[in-house]
């Protein structure tokens, strides 16, 4: 990977800052922008509802972005629908999965909020959500994965890579036993898609959910992947245009699938423009992308320590390379907000404060929050001094 022209393509970076927040929110390069442009500009129309030149360019254009999107996570075409972010991607499956009093939804103790409040607003069906916790050092435990694993299981609802550590769990594995179990699998790739190779076959999960902000894409787009047979057993909750192919005063035929799931005017510039943020990483090869991420947090992590001995806690664990490329951590002796802050003010470096759409991680643990510096394929060697140059002056402010 060229740094420099990878740095090129971020206009934002040219202004001095250092971002570090990319878990929450990417960069968006040249090239997205110039495509959804392109839309806007030159056929700016309805893709599928217009009979003309412009309807058929934005048709031709929107159909390719879906084909883009399979073909980044190894899904066909039919198998993607769009959605608007990852969390409207799992409100889906909760509001259109028929479950029934007594079926029981199984995640972890760290998912982020779009992964735990739609279930837990099923319990008024009798649905129950139920907690795997995490070793001690907040990695998956299998042992009680599998004890947790009963025939009432009916949705296994688990984050891939934690937004609040950036610890990748065994999707694979986890899918085969509830596979085993007879349990369906929804995985939460916000944070795995955008900084790793996905292949849905090979793990074989049923629903993949995540977002388009995160992987250099627009805001506002978001995707679930369903295998073939699982969105057969999904009914829609959301009606309307688009979604239908017939209708009468007193009845309605739903289009297909992928269709009869995406209700009303879709974001045709935002999903024209996150294929191109597809093509774009394809073009770096995410194996380049997760060495200079593994590196990179590496430097990081080393800084933190040479802190000194509990001058800065790491949440999760001490291994940099089993955090993907996020790094949670608190000074001794300093408001996570506050050394946020201080950062930005001091080095212009941007970082997340706070408890990460995580609360009920951070409650149990009776943790306030953290800072969270978050890596990716736009950063480097330069970001991560400066960050440690901020640090440790902010340190002798304490």
């Not at 076959?201 to 805001?219: I, Q």
Request: glycine share 8%; proline share 4%; aromatic share 8%.
């Amino acid at each position: 990977m060229n740094a420099d022209k990878v740095r090129g393509d971020f206009p934002v970076l040219s202004k001095g800052v250092v971002y570090l927040d990319s878990a929450c929110m990417s960069l968006k390069p040249r090239q997205v922008v110039w495509k959804m442009n392109e839309y806007y500009n030159e056929y700016p129309a309805c893709a599928g509802r217009s009979n003309h030149r412009l309807g058929e360019a934005a048709k031709n254009a929107y159909e390719d972005a879906r084909k883009t999107i399979a073909k980044l996570i190894g899904a066909k075409p039919e198998e993607i629908i769009f959605t608007r972010n990852t969390t409207e991607a799992i409100n889906l499956v909760a509001h259109s999965l028929p479950l029934k009093k007594g079926d029981v939804v199984l995640g972890t103790d760290k998912e982020h909020n779009s992964n735990l409040v739609p279930w837990q607003l099923l319990a008024e069906k009798g649905v129950k959500h139920t907690v795997v916790f995490s070793k001690s050092d907040n990695t998956f435990d299998m042992d009680k994965y599998g004890a947790l694993l009963k025939k009432n299981v009916r949705l296994v609802s688990m984050v891939h890579t934690s937004n609040l550590d950036g610890v990748t769990n065994p999707a694979k594995e986890i899918v085969k036993k509830a596979h085993d179990n007879g349990s369906l699998v929804l995985l939460d790739g916000a944070q795995s898609v955008p900084h790793q190779r996905i292949d849905v076959h090979r793990l074989d999960v049923d629903f993949l959910a995540f977002s388009g902000h995160k992987m250099l894409g627009p805001t506002g787009t978001g995707i679930l992947y369903a295998r073939k047979d699982a969105m057969e057993k999904l009914r829609p909750f959301m009606a309307g245009g688009d979604t239908v192919a017939n209708t009468t005063y007193d009845s309605h035929e739903f289009l297909d699938p992928p269709e009869m799931f995406e209700a009303g005017l879709q974001d045709y510039a935002g999903f024209i423009g996150l294929a191109e943020a597809a093509r774009y990483l394809q073009s770096f090869g995410f194996e380049n992308i997760e060495r200079l991420e593994t590196n990179l947090n590496r430097r990081l992590t080393e800084g933190l320590v040479s802190l000194g001995p509990g001058a800065a806690d790491i949440i999760g664990p001490k291994d940099s390379s089993l955090r993907s490329s996020i790094t949670s951590f608190n000074l001794k002796g300093m408001d996570h907000h506050q050394a946020a802050l201080m950062l930005d003010k001091i080095g212009s470096v941007m970082v997340r404060s706070g408890q990460h759409c995580v609360h009920s991680w951070f409650n149990a643990h009776g943790i306030k929050g953290s800072v969270r510096a978050s890596l990716y394929l736009y950063n480097n060697e330069k970001d991560i001094d400066v960050f440690m140059e901020t640090i440790k002056k902010i340190a002798k402010l304490r």
